[in-house]
C-alpha cells in the first residue's frame, strides 16, 4: 500500500484523464469517526461542506455505500442529488430510482423474526447493541469492556446465533467490533460498486474510500480500474493507497474538490 498523499500528482493525474469521475465513501469509520454507540455518529459539518462542493462538480457523481440502512445513511450524509446504498448494497437509492436486491426482500421476514431473539440472547450482557436495520442485522460489541462479558458473548455468538444464521441460510460476517447478519453472500459492496458504475455511472473512473473489512469487496473490484484508499494502514488489503486515520479524511476530499 502506498500512502495516498505521496501518491497524490499521479493519482490526479488518473482522475483527470477520464471524462467523468464517481467518488464512492463508506460511512463509519470513513466521513464519520467510529464511536461506541452507532446512533451517536456524526459526520461533521466542514466534511459534509466538501462533500456538497465535490457534488456540483462537473462531471462527477459522489455516492454512499455504507453498512448502515439506506434511511441512516441518508439521515447521517443529509445531501441531496447524490446516490445512496444502504445495507452494504443491498439498497441503492440515486437520484432517479431505486433498488433493493431480491434476497433482501426474500428474507427480510425472517431477519424480523430473529431480531427479538438475538434480544434475549444477549440481554444479560452488558454493551451488546442490536440495530435491525430491515434488510441486515448488526450486532455491535464495541461497548462490550468486561473480558468476561466479552468471552461470553463470543461463546453466545458462536453457540447460540450462528446456527441459527446458517439454518435460516443467512450469511455472518464479522466487521470492526461488530457481526453482521445479512441474507446473502452474492451482493455486497463490490456488487453494488460495479452495479452503480455500469448503471448509473457508466465510463467514469470509479475512486472507492472505505475503512472496514466489508469495503475489501470494493476494493477488490476496483483494483484494476479504479482508485482505493484504505483508512488505515493493512497489508492484507486489496486497497491500493491507504491515509494514517479518519482524521485525514477532510484533506482528502479537499484535494479532489480540485
Not at 215 to 220: L, Q, R, S, V
Not at 223 to 248: D, F, L, P, W
Request: charged share 30%; net charge positive; aromatic share 10%.
Amino acid at each position: 500500500m502506498r500512502y495516498f498523499f505521496s501518491e497524490w500528482p499521479a493519482i490526479h493525474r488518473k482522475l483527470t484523464r477520464g471524462k467523468r469521475r464517481v467518488f464512492l465513501f463508506d460511512v463509519d469509520g470513513t466521513l464519520a469517526p467510529i464511536v461506541p454507540s452507532p446512533q451517536k455518529a456524526k459526520i461533521s459539518n466542514p466534511t459534509k461542506s466538501i462533500l456538497r462542493r465535490l457534488s456540483r462538480k462537473k462531471n462527477t457523481r459522489i455516492g454512499i455505500l455504507s453498512g448502515r440502512s439506506l434511511k441512516d445513511a441518508r439521515r447521517m450524509v443529509g445531501l441531496k442529488g447524490i446516490i445512496y446504498s444502504g445495507n452494504h448494497g443491498l439498497e441503492i437509492q440515486t437520484p432517479k430510482a431505486r433498488f433493493v436486491h431480491p434476497a433482501a426482500k426474500n428474507q427480510a421476514f425472517i431477519l424480523s423474526r430473529l431480531i427479538g431473539k438475538f434480544g434475549r440472547e444477549f440481554k444479560n450482557i452488558p454493551g451488546v447493541i442490536i440495530e435491525d436495520k430491515g434488510f441486515s442485522i448488526s450486532i455491535h460489541f464495541r461497548k462490550v469492556l468486561d473480558p468476561f462479558f466479552m468471552k461470553a458473548a463470543k461463546r453466545i455468538f458462536l453457540d447460540r446465533i450462528k446456527p441459527v444464521c446458517d439454518r435460516a441460510d443467512l450469511f455472518v460476517r464479522t466487521g470492526k467490533k461488530v457481526w453482521e447478519i445479512l441474507p446473502s453472500d452474492i451482493w455486497n459492496k463490490g456488487s453494488a460498486a460495479q452495479f452503480l458504475c455500469r448503471k448509473v455511472c457508466p465510463g467514469a473512473i470509479p475512486l472507492f474510500v472505505g475503512d472496514d473489512v466489508t469495503d475489501e469487496d470494493a476494493f477488490a473490484v476496483f483494483k484494476k480500474t479504479g482508485i482505493t484508499v484504505r483508512v488505515g494502514r493493512n497489508k492484507h488489503s486489496s486497497a491500493a493507497y491507504y491515509i494514517k486515520s479518519q482524521k485525514e479524511m477532510e484533506r482528502l476530499l479537499n484535494l479532489l474538490t480540485l
